[in-house]
């Protein structure tokens, strides 16, 4: 009987400290020496929302996290960041932290006097081409008069560049609003919703 539990207990301590460190390797480290993060799970462009299609929860080497990571335990309901946008250009398995995702609140506060007014066709004269939702945009009431000027002023100096195809450039127009001593009604309003021609 000595002689077996000599045997059996060498083996038995052996196959345990295998097991042991199989147990370790496949389930124990990565919940010991890992912290659940955000991370980009595809490119997510300037100003596009966050969603399931574009985030993922992967366990990341405590050493490797970055600051003021965004952490999840089970799903990305934790996080407040589905429907929230990003605040710059974001590369597939980037890890996602606070200064990624725009901090501007869309949603009006009536408390405040805040609302959404969409604008009409009608009453647009240029807009900048690259206006995206959560901007600042300054508004100015242009008469019929100076209308005509501006777009005499705008054909003039596209013409001087020759290069590029005549359009309303948001540069020259508030070049133009200060030649032409236009003031804006209306300053520092957030874009809310855009739609482009499609």
Excluded: C
């Amino acid at each position: 009987m000595k002689k077996l539990l000599k045997v059996v207990m060498p083996l038995f301590i052996l196959m345990g400290g295998i097991a042991f460190l199989f147990f370790y390797d496949l389930f124990l480290e990565e919940r010991i020496n890992t912290v659940p993060v955000v991370v980009a799970a595809e490119n997510i462009d300037f100003k596009d929302v966050f969603s399931r299609d574009n985030l993922r929860i992967k366990r990341i080497n405590r050493d490797f996290v970055v600051k003021d990571a965004i952490t999840a335990i089970d799903n990305l309901n934790d996080t407040h960041l589905l429907g929230e946008l990003a605040a710059i250009d974001i590369k597939r398995g980037t890890q996602i932290y606070r200064a990624l995702v725009d901090p501007n609140n869309l949603i009006p506060d009536e408390s405040k006097g805040e609302f959404i007014a969409p604008i009409p066709n009608e009453w647009i004269f240029a807009v900048p081409g690259s206006i995206r939702r959560s901007y600042v945009a300054d508004f100015y009431v242009v008469p019929k008069r100076k209308q005509r000027d501006l777009e005499k002023w705008i054909a003039e100096d596209q013409a001087d560049k020759s290069q590029k195809p005549i359009s309303s450039d948001d540069k020259d127009i508030l070049e133009y609003g200060k030649l032409a001593k236009l003031k804006p009604v209306l300053r520092n309003v957030r874009v809310a919703h855009t739609k482009d021609h499609s």
